[in-house]
């Protein structure tokens, strides 16, 4: 059973505006949050986390969400720009556990 | 610079033979992991370790074998590979806070794809 879900293997959005990546999970024992980046032939890399005594974190251009009472969590970037366009991974774990388990993925494209 | 790296990038094999995919990283951490990537599936959790000498399963450990006999290096076995092995496989290490990693983000290496024929 999938317990992090991304629902939308694939986003398009034109440069400038917001996107938009979501998240849904299953266990409610989870308790950190991260979203990881991933160009092609890259190794994903850490973008921003959010622990779950808050519901929002922003860093830049990009900003976290968390909806505990829906398990629900999403990642918001404006202004888009082309260097964004990449796969972007959502990823949680329980506190005391000593792994992550990651969502399918979502390719987001930015347009000129 | 600080990195994790995979040992080969690509490698295309035959059912059976075995083969080691090595994973060292140079930031001191002390939990390694590895990953297989499959589209629809997203990364998926094989083996990890909080230490030398200390490994344990992930989500999807079988027909693998991992090894932790030095903090730097986490290498990846498959002793009998088989297609089903097929995939985009992914080192990373993180350090501790707390005694947890979960705070802690992963750094990943560049992926290891391997097809086996």
């Known amino acids: 059973d999938q317990q992090v879900k991304q629902n939308s293997p694939s986003l398009s959005v034109q440069e400038g505006r917001i996107s938009i990546l979501n998240c849904d999970y299953t266990?409610?024992?989870?308790?950190?949050f991260l979203w990881y980046k991933k160009y092609p032939a890259e190794g994903p890399t850490f973008l921003i986390s959010i622990s779950s005594i808050k519901d929002k974190n922003e860093d830049g251009r990009f900003t976290v969400f968390l909806n505990k009472s829906a398990k629900h969590l999403s990642l918001h970037i404006v202004p888009s720009q082309p260097g964004d366009s990449a796969v972007y991974f959502c990823a949680a774990s329980e506190k005391g556990a000593q792994k992550l388990v990651f969502g399918q993925g979502t390719r987001l494209t930015i347009n000129p | 610079e600080a990195q994790v790296t995979q040992n080969p990038r690509y490698l295309i094999t035959v059912t059976g033979k075995k083969l080691t995919v090595t994973c060292s990283q140079n930031m001191n951490h002390e939990y390694m992991s590895w990953y297989r990537q499959d589209p629809g599936l997203g990364l998926r959790q094989i083996y990890y370790?909080?230490?030398?000498?200390?490994?344990d399963k992930g989500d999807v450990p079988e027909g693998y074998k991992v090894s932790r006999k030095e903090k730097r290096n986490f290498p990846l076995i498959l002793e009998s590979p088989s297609p089903n092995q097929t995939s985009l496989y992914f080192c990373?290490?993180?350090?501790?806070?707390?005694?947890?990693?979960?705070?802690?983000?992963?750094?990943f290496g560049d992926g290891t794809r391997l097809s086996i024929l």
């Open positions: 266990n409610s024992m989870f308790d950190y």
């Open positions: 370790s909080m230490n030398v000498e200390v490994t």
């Open positions: 990373a290490s993180s350090s501790f806070r707390g005694g947890y990693i979960s705070n802690q983000p992963q750094h």
